[in-house]
């Protein structure tokens, strides 16, 4: 039953958005998922984010290229905003942004796919 492991594999399928974001949700719980912010373990995290993200995509979508961000602020009332843009073809290039939080901070990481030609 070969023919079933393909049509369940989605890498051979254009960029998901809506997938995109569940995979990101589940790095960051698993990184700082019970965690309460602490300064001195911010750059482990966001480099355990990024990099589980990555490894993450290329195993549902090979055929692209991947930037991903992340930043980790800790909840003290004040504010965060952020934006991005792209000029890109929306059929095969795609993006995500997730906005994460728990008691203690909060955690924005965007995904940019770029299909390759």
Do not use: P
């Amino acid at each position: 039953m070969t023919g079933m492991e393909e049509y369940h594999n989605s890498s051979e399928g254009s960029f998901s958005s809506e997938e995109a974001d569940v995979i990101v949700k589940e790095c960051v719980d698993n990184v700082v998922g019970g965690e309460d912010y602490s300064q001195s373990q911010v750059n482990k995290w966001t480099s355990s984010i990024v990099e589980r993200c990555l490894t993450q995509l290329v195993k549902h979508w090979k055929q692209n290229k991947y930037i991903v961000t992340c930043a980790v602020m800790q909840k003290t009332g004040g504010g965060l905003h952020t934006a991005n843009s792209c000029y890109w073809d929306t059929t095969m290039d795609g993006s995500c942004t997730v906005r994460w939080e728990n008691r203690t901070m909060y955690c924005v990481v965007s995904v940019f796919a770029v299909a390759v030609a």
